[in-house]
Every structure is written in C-alpha cells, then in structure tokens.
C-alpha cells in the first residue's frame, strides 16, 4: 500500500472522528455545522504551488514540513520560480496551482494591468519583511545629512538624506538608478512612497502611451532586479541601491557591500505584504480544496508567531535548506529572530520585522487593496481617473475574506485552533481596515475615499490628470 493511500485514509478517518465529536458535543452553530459536517473533501488533493526565494514564503514550507497540508488530505509540491513574472504566468497558464505573490499581483492581473487574468487572494502571507539598501558609497555620502545620536544614525532615515546625492549625480551628468523586484511589487510602491516623502520623483508610467519604464520626470531612476540578483547587481555598480525583501538586504551587510538605511516597518506600520494567489476559476472548481489551502497556511502562520516567536529559530533551519531560501542560516537569523542589522555592527531590536500572524496579519483586509491600487494611479499605471466606487468593487473582486473565514470556521469547528487565537476583529470587520495614520509622512489613509487620499500626496498624479 502507497504511503498516499496510507495517508488518505488517516484524514478520511481523522475527518470521521471530528465529525463525530462535534456531533456528540451537541455542538449546533451555523459555523460548526459548515465546518465539521459541510466541508467537503479536497476535490483536488495533489497540488503544486510556486515561490521565489524569500523568508516571507514561511507560511508555505511550514504548512508542508509540519503536516498541515496533509492534515488536510493535500500534497504539496513547492517549487522556486525564476523571478515574479514567470511565477505568475506559471499560476495564469495552469502550470502552477497557486503561488506566494506579490499582492500587486493578484490586482494588476485583475484589472489587466500586464497580463489580464482573474487572479484571487484569500489570504495575506506576512506583514512588513522589506528593507531599502544602498551601497556603501552611497552611504559615505548620506551619512552627512543623517541626524546622529552617539554616533549611530537617528532611525527611520528620510529620503532627504539621499536628495544631495542625487543632486550631485545629476550635476555630473549621472542618473542615480536603484532596483526593486517587480513593477506591481510592495517594494517598487514602498521605495517610490520613501523618496516621495523626502522629495525625490520616482517617475511616471504611461502604459496609454507604451511607456511602461516609470522613468517620466523622474529624479531617481527605478528598474526591476529579481530579489536574489539584487546584492551582486550593487556590487557591480549597476545601481546604487534597492527595495527587497529578506535575506537579501542583511546579505549586502554580510557581504560588506551596502547599508539597510529603512524597514519598510518604518515607512508605514504593519503594512501588508506578500499574498497566496490563485485562479478564481480554480476556487470556483475546487472551493474545498481551497478552504484546507487556506486553513493549513492559517496554521502554518501562527506557528510562525507562537509565543513571541519561539519557533522561528527552527523556522530559519527549514527556510535555510537549499529547495527554500537556500541562504545562510545566519543571514536570514539576522532578521527571522527579532533583530536587523544596519550598519555593520549596528544591530537593532525589530520585533515585527517579520509578522506573519499576529496583528491579524493573514486577513485579505479590501482596504490593502485599495491602498495598492490608489498607488498604482499614483504613479501612472492606472492610467485614468476612477470613482471611488471602482477603487471598492476591484478590492472586493480580488481580496476574499468569504473564503477566509470559511477556513477561520473550520479550524475552530475541528477543535485545530481556538477561537480566542484570533483578533475579535475577524469576526466583526467589514473588511475595511479604518483610517490609518501610520505612514512615515503622517498622512492619513481612508481606504473608503481613496480619490481625497491620492489629491493629499504631494507628489504624482492628482484627479484627472495623465502622465
């Protein structure tokens, strides 16, 4: 007999046992009901899901090394990507059941920004786990516009700091280029929203025009990197610095070759960052499928946080193995553990560097949508003025918190999970996050109104106009 069969059997059974204590508890909620009685099978047990060699795709290599997925009845295959575009192209064309995406992704598919596809997220990966780099040279430069305080830098670093640097390169003839992952990327609109906030212009796109360079106007000039080229593409000089995710940024400090000089935790407070993607056909065919999808990955990330992240060091060891991460256990440590390194030497506490469950970290909140997508007219990629209700029926089109709390339902229902381990807001929210004033410039977010939110940013794109 196949160790699948053996397998397949234990959930059938595991399934059958749950069913039936929560029958004998007398237990009768429309919840318990969904979940322990309703809640069918997986139509589609063998899956295959893409990631690129971040630590923010934890949740995924969790969910496979500690049995949650199989707990499920599923068997995932986790394979690397060669960079976020073929990642996605890989989930549109069928090759790849889901995948760790960026959580522009899943938007700009939808609203056929790149590629059109109906692309799904029902549940957000991590938040915060990003940092901007430069080069050391750079940084000699910086450093003398950088408040100081016992001789160590004053954090978080504005923008304005890199403005005199850019000045100079520009006075010589020079463009001053830094990297970021992707187009639709967390990185490309947190290090556009830095050097914003600081008075540099990242540029404009102009897809209406077959400009899709971001460059129009632009004081510094962004081009795309995939994450673990970005050190070595540095060192050769090809930029001066960029915006990526981890271990790639405390690589460059390893490596002596550059200086972390912000956390995108620092640009905006617990901001959400990488999502689980698929096709929303894919949900439509295999609704369970998906639900167990969503409850292994919900286990996976608590894990993660577990009592002030207990597990995390065992976590870098699995993320460490070559078919992960595949980089040095110290380097991804550095930040997995509660701690970042700045300048060499410079080691801070950054607790929340990388939060994967707590602040109700796994929620699809509609209004993370919408901030993505207010930046994309920021910046061009929207082309044209939308009302705000086009900003709300696009979020709620690709940002599902049904399915999530479908899997919320199950997990408590099977007795995997409390309901006390979940924020209250779960069961309450709209959806809708509030007003946020959490941003390193001080302005406020109300993803209900994100018109009079793009006209209060200083620079890019305002009402009607086109780049």
Request: hydrophobic share 35%; charged share 25%; net charge neutral.
């Amino acid at each position: 007999m196949g160790a699948k069969t053996l397998k397949r059997r234990a959930f059938l059974k595991k399934t059958a046992l749950a069913v039936t204590a929560v029958m004998s508890m007398g237990l009768s909620t429309a919840s318990t009901v969904y979940a322990a009685d309703k809640l069918g099978y997986p139509e589609k047990e063998e899956l295959k899901f893409g990631f690129i060699k971040l630590t923010d795709m934890a949740p995924l290599a969790i969910a496979v090394e500690k049995g949650y997925f199989e707990d499920e009845g599923l068997y995932v295959k986790l394979e690397a990507q060669a960079n976020w575009k073929v990642l996605l192209d890989r989930v549109i064309d069928g090759e790849l059941d889901g995948a760790h995406m960026l959580a522009g992704q899943p938007i700009a598919a939808t609203i056929g920004y790149g590629t059109k596809a109906n692309i799904i997220t029902p549940i957000s990966m991590d938040l915060n786990g990003n940092a901007i780099t430069v080069s050391n040279k750079t940084w000699e430069e910086m450093k003398a516009h950088v408040p100081m305080d016992g001789g160590k830098p004053v954090h978080p670093i504005s923008a304005s700091a890199l403005k005199p640097v850019v000045k100079s390169y520009r006075d010589q003839g020079k463009p001053f280029k830094m990297g970021m992952v992707f187009p639709v990327s967390t990185h490309n609109y947190e290090l556009r929203y830095w050097l914003a906030a600081g008075g540099l212009n990242p540029g404009l796109y102009a897809p209406q025009k077959g400009d899709t360079s971001g460059t129009i106007g632009a004081d510094v000039l962004l081009s795309v990197t995939p994450p673990p080229q970005m050190p070595a593409t540095m060192e050769a000089g090809t930029i001066e610095g960029y915006c990526v995710g981890e271990p790639w940024n405390q690589q460059a400090v390893f490596k002596g070759i550059g200086v972390p000089v912000i956390s995108d935790n620092s640009i905006q407070t617990n901001n959400p960052e990488k999502v689980f993607g698929l096709r929303e056909d894919f949900y439509e065919k295999y609704p369970n499928t998906t639900i167990r999808i969503v409850k292994a990955m919900i286990r996976a990330a608590y894990w993660l946080d577990e009592q002030n992240n207990k597990n995390r060091p065992e976590a870098v060891k699995v993320l460490s193995q070559p078919n992960y991460v595949g980089a040095d256990y110290k380097v991804i440590a550095n930040s997995m553990t509660g701690t970042f390194e700045y300048e060499k030497g410079d080691k801070r506490s950054e607790p929340d560097f990388n939060v994967f469950f707590r602040y109700n970290a796994t929620y699809p909140y509609y209004s993370d949508a919408i901030w993505y997508l207010t930046q994309m007219r920021r910046w061009g990629q929207i082309a044209e003025f939308k009302p705000d209700g086009w900003y709300q029926e696009m979020a709620q089109k690709v940002y599902r918190p049904d399915v999530y709390k479908k899997a919320v339902e199950s997990l408590i229902a099977e007795g995997q999970m409390k309901q006390s381990d979940f924020d209250p807001v779960v069961f309450t929210t709209d959806g809708y996050r509030g007003v946020r004033n959490d941003f390193m410039d001080h302005i406020p977010f109300d993803a209900k109104q994100p018109n009079a939110y793009i006209d209060s940013l200083q620079i890019g794109l305002k009402g009607t106009e086109q780049p």
